[in-house]
């Protein structure tokens, strides 16, 4: 006897390759009937999928109920009916810790499949016949320098034009926000530079530049021009590995045969707000995007550097997923947030 994980992956393959192959504006048309294949996904994204889906994401049962506000006795319960219902064992429990079985991992491919199918269909169906009247999801990765100070103007345009897109921001370093996009946590991501992996597609979308800068109270402000040597010997602060700001640096400085180990750094600070307010206090040198400084820079609070042959220039791209290239709603802000940012400071 088939079991019933079993006849779900079948369906679901079939569910895929029929809704893949679907001309949507035949379907959609009134005098065309309900197809089935809508009807399956319907049924199969029901609330305890969805409860799965969380769990297997947080492999946390804790977790899970505070992101869907329900309680976990009622995560524990969902999970044992999906279970009873497919005859299988989803998660192996592990002490404290969960992990999926291999039947877990099978279904929660199959049902973030679904998923993805699922916004694809809500974003078809509403912009039929207006586009403005689109809904459906968008979660995007930025890295800092973007979330504070790029994106928020987009955000705001791109939600006055299409208001029942639900919009979320996740701020991240650059390192972290590939690998999101990787996991499928993010639907795409803005982040500075290139990585070189198959698996994500790049489009540019303006560059940047990043400044040395130091307090208006620190003896380095009367001078306003260093050597790239006195490197070596100035207190400095700087971002957190994995940051593009710091990658940025590294590269421009290596150029003048200095190594990030060779600067006197003091302090490490983990985003671009906790390393300016650090350098408003102190006397320390610090590398910050120009674009975060505009304001200090103005009042007189921050004051520019200058060290020869150091310019430190980098470029911003969206990424996505290989194969994700004609996600709809993806490519209405991407080509919205190029229309309005793609300039240079």
Known sequence: ???????????????????????LKKFLHPNYPSHPVILVILVMLQFGHEVFFEVAKQLSFSRAAEVLFISQPAISRHIKTLEEHYHVSLFERKGSSILLTEEGRLLFEYLRKAKDLQRQLEFDITTFTNTKAAKGSLIIGASTTVALYVIPKILSAFHQKYPDINLRLVNRNSETILK???EREIDFGIMEGKNKITSARYIFFLKDEVIPVCSAKSPLAKRKRIEAAELKDIPVALRE????????????LDKVKIRIGDLNNRIILGGTEALKNFLLSDTCLGFLPLRSV??????????????????ITREFYFVQRQGSENDKINNLFIKLALQQYNKKL
Do not use: W
Not at 8 to 16: M, S, T, Y
Not at 241 to 252: I, K, P, Q
Not at 297 to 306: H, I, P
């Open 1 to 23: 006897m088939v079991s019933g994980l079993s006849f779900v992956v079948r369906r679901f393959q079939k569910v895929i390759l029929e809704l893949s192959c679907l001309d």
């Open 180 to 182: 999101a996009l990787l």
């Open 241 to 252: 590995r994995g940051s593009g700001t710091l990658a940025a640096v590294a590269e421009a």
């Open 294 to 311: 505009i304001r200090q820079l103005k009042t007189g609070e921050l004051v520019r550097l200058s060290i020869p042959g150091v310019h």
